[in-house]
T-cell receptor, first 113, second 110 residues
Framework: AQTVTQSQPEMSVQEAETVTLSCTYDTSESNYYLFWYKQPPSRQMILVIR??????QNATENRFSVNFQKAAKSFSLKISDSQLGDTAMYFC??????????FGKGTRLHILP | EADIYQTPRYLVIGTGKKITLECSQT?????MYWYQQDPGMELHLIHY???????EKGDLSSESTVSRIRTEHFPLTLESARPSHTSQYLC?????????FGPGTRLLVL
């Protein structure tokens, strides 16, 4: 079975610090997609970053970057210079060959002023 | 990006009522999905569609049904609502291996 594990249910960091959210996954597929989604309190789920498994280069989007280790099946998200608006639930997700997404249980991130 | 619309945003309804949650998108995406999410918890796929007249059940058993008569419209229906259906329902459509989500419908069944 394909699974996504986020081992940090909740984290808190001070504004302007860097924080890393962990994610591991399990699959026997060789080509797939990985995502980090952000869900602010009572607001819409939005895509933060996407990684294609066949690309070795780690994806980056402004202050957000990933550390993708395919052999270890690890996909962590780094948020640099964290801002109050980064406070949200973050979901790691894996898309299989059938275009179905498996989500992790999420990490609740608090950015403290 | 995609514009995904969901109505109503909030719904409080009594047990036994029939309800339909609306989802529409304007981008012509073939693939659409319904997820159920309890507050602060993970998402569970309950239905999906890969195009008109195509619907499938997801991994989480659900008493709801869906239809896909038009590409842009993917409504979800509960024939007889129960308190156990209280949850948030998220609709998504897919473009190039990425799913984009609507704002969700928060359902409370009394």
């Amino acid at each position: 079975a394909q699974t996504v594990t986020q081992s940090q249910p909740e984290m808190s960091v001070q504004e302007a610090e860097t924080v890393t959210l962990s994610c591991t996954y399990d699959t026997s597929e060789s080509n797939y997609y990985l995502f980090w989604y952000k869900q602010p309190p009572s607001r819409q789920m939005i895509l933060v970053i996407r990684q294609e498994a066949y690309k070795q280069q780690n994806a980056t989007e402004n202050r957000f970057s990933v550390n993708f280790q395919k052999a270890a099946k690890s996909f962590s998200l780094k948020i640099s210079d964290s801002q109050l608006g980064d406070t949200a639930m973050y979901f790691c997700a894996f898309m299989n060959r059938d275009d179905k997404i498996i989500f992790g249980k999420g990490t609740r991130l608090h950015i403290l002023p | 990006e995609a514009d995904i619309y969901q109505t109503p945003r909030y719904l409080v309804i009594g047990t036994g009522k029939k309800i339909t949650l609306e989802c529409s998108q304007t981008m012509g995406h073939d693939k659409m999905y319904w997820y159920q999410q309890d507050p602060g918890m993970e998402l569970h796929l309950i239905h999906y569609s890969y195009g008109v007249n195509s619907t499938e059940k997801g991994d989480l058993s659900s008493e709801s049904t869906v239809s896909r008569i038009r590409t842009e419209h993917f409504p979800l229906t509960l024939e007889s609502a129960r308190p156990s259906h209280t949850s948030q329902y998220l609709c998504a459509s897919q473009y190039q291996e990425t799913q984009y989500f609507g704002p969700g419908t928060r359902l409370l069944v009394l």
